[in-house]
């Protein structure tokens, strides 16, 4: 019987690379660290540059259903016919996408549908509490705002809005239905056409996404992880164990480690590909227009707000407020259509009573940018022990939910890797499901 060399060597001589500093990427990151491994995160681009960026930044734990719908079915053509509605396809990439749509397809079948739901709920429920221990620790408990999150209603069909309601009570979600006088109470500055919402009690948001990144890097950096700025090639495991486990191939080096984790988000693929894992991932590209505010006027919101008509969310941010959603699917590679942020502020026109450019003439400033989620078609993340590479580890797919989901990934990554029981089942997130 052989002897695992990495189970003999103490943990603090143990080595990870981290493929990708997402939030998902450096949560794995700063939890390995902190249970003593020498942790490399590697990035080809830098830290919390890509989808990470320029989020919603919204804790959101209510979103425990896939987006596999069955309605979507019908609704579809109407939206992808309006190029600047809030889904887009390319009729470029359309051909390229046509087995994820099948599969996202099969997705809307009651039974899977419920599966996947009980799996969100799971990953979702103490989503934020492992923030907010997180946060703690890195002295940075500012970044992190429990002032809940609204879904506003411009309807004035109170049925449909009650549908919803006991759609998300069902799902054990905290949920509160508010007329339009109880709506105002909470945030005065949403406009005449908003008659209902359902506020959500229990969730929370970031006031800088890419300060929450940079924060939690830094935080693990201050244990001793190191951060490589090199775009990874390739990733192989030795078949033997008479040395470090993986070799990780960046355009520069062949660097050896221990084990590996891959978070690579929407650029996944490739590398899962080279070790021979199916990965039926899309770039569900996304984008958002961040607007400057005049900081000494009474503040426009205090809690992100989405519109469940228009599909688009706005968040109160660190001397902004952030318009964010819209779904492309254009392929990873395609430039990005700056059209779909503006477009975002004029629906923001419908939501809020004053916008950033009525408050003062200075807050003008005005920055838009586009985002890759990095999308399965169930909805789920994958989070696991590649079921070939016993050394090699994935956490990615994490789709609308990456920066809610992204302390508890880290948290499931860190307990597979030292073969502890994991705090909640990891079966449905395994790769194996498309495999
Ligand atoms: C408009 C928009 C709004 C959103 N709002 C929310 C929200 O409110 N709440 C929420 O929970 N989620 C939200 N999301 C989703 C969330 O942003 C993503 O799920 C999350 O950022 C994914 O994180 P990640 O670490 O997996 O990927 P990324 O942040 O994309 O990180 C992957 C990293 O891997 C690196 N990389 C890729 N390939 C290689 C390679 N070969 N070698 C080295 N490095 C590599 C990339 O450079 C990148 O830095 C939103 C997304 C969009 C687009």
């Known amino acids: 019987m052989y002897t695992d060399i990495n189970q003999k060597k103490d943990k603090k001589q143990q080595t990870v690379a981290v493929i990708g500093a997402g939030i998902i990427g450096i949560n794995c990151a700063l939890e390995l660290q902190s249970l003593g491994y020498q942790v490399t995160l590697l990035d080809k681009e830098g830290i919390g540059l890509g989808c990470s960026k320029g989020n919603a930044g919204h804790f959101a734990t209510e979103q425990v259903f896939p987006l596999a719908e069955s309605s979507l079915l019908w609704q579809m053509p109407k939206l992808l016919l309006d190029p600047l509605g809030p889904v887009s396809l390319s009729a470029k990439h359309f051909v390229k996408a046509i087995p994820w749509f099948m599969q996202f397809f099969n997705n809307m079948r009651p039974s899977l549908r419920a599966k996947n739901t009980l799996a969100i709920q799971a990953l979702n429920k103490n989503a934020i509490s492992h923030y907010q221990i997180l946060l703690k620790k890195a002295n940075a408990e500012h970044l992190i705002s429990m002032q809940g999150s609204l879904?506003?209603?411009?309807?004035?069909?109170?049925?449909?809005?009650?549908?919803?309601?006991?759609?998300?009570?069902?799902?054990?979600?905290?949920?509160?239905?508010?007329?339009?006088?109880?709506?105002?109470?909470?945030?005065?500055n949403l406009h005449d056409n908003i008659n209902y919402s359902l506020f959500f009690t229990d969730v929370a948001h970031t006031i800088d996404?890419?300060?929450?990144?940079?924060?939690?890097?830094?935080?693990?950096?201050?244990k001793g992880m190191t951060f490589q700025q090199a775009a990874v090639t390739n990733i192989t495991q030795s078949a033997s164990n008479?040395?470090?486990g993986v070799t990780v191939k960046t355009e520069q080096d062949s660097l050896s480690f221990d084990y590996c984790v891959v978070a690579c988000g929407a650029w996944s693929k490739e590398l899962l590909k080279g070790l021979n894992y199916h990965l039926p991932i899309e770039a569900e590209r996304g984008y958002s227009l961040s607007l400057a505010v005049n900081e000494q006027a009474v503040p426009l919101l205090s809690r992100p707000v989405a519109s469940a008509e228009r599909r688009f969310i706005i968040t109160p941010m660190d001397k902004i407020l952030r318009l964010a959603g819209t779904v492309e699917y254009a392929g990873l590679n395609a430039p990005a259509n700056y059209r779909r942020a503006e477009m975002l502020k004029e629906n923001a026109r419908f939501i809020l009573k004053t916008l950033p450019e009525q408050q003062s003439e200075h807050a003008t400033k005005e920055e838009s940018w586009m985002g890759c989620r990095p999308s399965l078609p169930d909805s789920l993340p994958v989070i696991c022990q590649a079921p070939n590479h016993d050394k090699i580890f994935f956490a990615l797919g994490h789709q609308h939910l990456g920066?809610?989901?992204?302390?508890?990934?880290?948290?499931?990554?860190?307990?597979?890797?030292?073969?502890?029981?994991?705090?909640?089942?990891?079966?449905?997130?395994?790769?194996?499901?498309?495999?």
């Open 242 to 244: 008479n040395g470090n």
């Open 151 to 188: 879904l506003v209603f411009e309807t004035n069909e109170i049925s449909k809005v009650e549908a919803m309601h006991q759609h998300y009570q069902g799902a054990g979600i905290s949920v509160t239905l508010l007329d339009r006088t109880e709506t105002l109470k909470l945030e005065p």
């Open 209 to 222: 996404p890419l300060a929450l990144s940079r924060t939690l890097a830094d935080f693990a950096k201050s």
């Open 403 to 435: 920066l809610t989901q992204g302390a508890i990934t880290g948290k499931l990554i860190g307990q597979l890797v030292t073969k502890k029981k994991t705090e909640i089942d990891v079966s449905p997130f395994c790769i194996s499901r498309f495999n």
